[in-house]
């Protein structure tokens, strides 16, 4: 799957997807990741990106003239991308939204603004606007950069163990169960009788009950979500 980035900042994105998961399905060509800097499409000799806001106001404006001929470019060299702006005002992003963006086909073009935000007019340039939680962040890098990573582990073959997938808590609504290994007693605290059993059934009945009870107590919303199916 093809993911590209539009960005001021592109060098933020060689470390975190260097090394890792994500980094593996780039070498191995499972995924292509194309970051594109924004900084030459700006305007003048400064190349400059960003204006006061009209009617005034503190903090600067992305003008839409740079972001306009940034994805005019790579949209022209990769048709079909599907266009994302990432932003605080976007739909939450979650995972039934990272499988929505793993089935566009021509895979996906990722815009991360920065200052205190875009041009209104370049809105309708995109085909989503997604943001990934209610806090503020300094720019889109860090959303997009998550984004990559949530939907770049549904690709079939990125994960190394396709079973983690299948058990993945998220999908099933559910948080996951305590999980223990060596020693069999740590502090005065034992491991439970049933996972040294031996019982299979025993243990996935166990499993069952307890990602059950976690998942009422600490996330009711989810609880409530999966009961629906
Ligand atoms: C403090 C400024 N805010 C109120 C006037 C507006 C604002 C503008 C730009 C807040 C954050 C940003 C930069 N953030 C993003 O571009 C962003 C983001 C985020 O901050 N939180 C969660 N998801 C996202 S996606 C893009």
Do not use: C
Request: glycine share 12%; net charge negative.
């Amino acid at each position: 799957m093809e993911f590209h980035v539009i960005t001021l900042f592109p060098e933020m994105f060689e470390s975190p997807f260097r090394g890792g998961m994500i980094g593996r399905a780039v070498e191995q060509g499972l995924i292509q990741l194309r970051v594109h800097p924004l900084r030459p499409f700006g305007l003048g000799s400064y190349r400059q990106v960003d204006d006061a806001p009209y009617g005034g106001g503190s903090g600067m404006v992305m003008r839409p003239e740079p972001l306009a001929a940034a994805i005019d470019d790579v949209t022209g060299q990769h048709p079909g991308l599907w266009k994302v702006l990432m932003t605080p005002q976007g739909e939450v992003f979650g995972h039934a939204l990272a499988r929505e963006l793993l089935a566009k086909p021509r895979g996906l073009l990722l815009v991360a603004g920065r200052y205190e935000g875009i041009d209104e007019r370049v809105r309708s340039l995109f085909d989503q606007e997604i943001s990934i939680g209610d806090y503020v962040l300094s720019g889109g890098e860090l959303p997009a950069m998550v984004v990559i990573e949530a939907v770049g582990r549904l690709i079939p073959g990125v994960l190394g163990n396709p079973d983690s997938l299948t058990e993945e808590s998220f999908a099933a609504g559910t948080l996951e169960y305590p999980q223990y290994t060596r020693p069999e007693e740590f502090r005065g605290m034992r491991v439970p009788e049933v996972l040294l059993s031996g019982d299979h059934g025993k243990v996935r009945e166990w499993r069952r009950a307890e990602a059950e009870k976690r998942t009422a107590l600490r996330r009711p919303d989810l609880a409530r979500k999966s009961s629906r199916g």
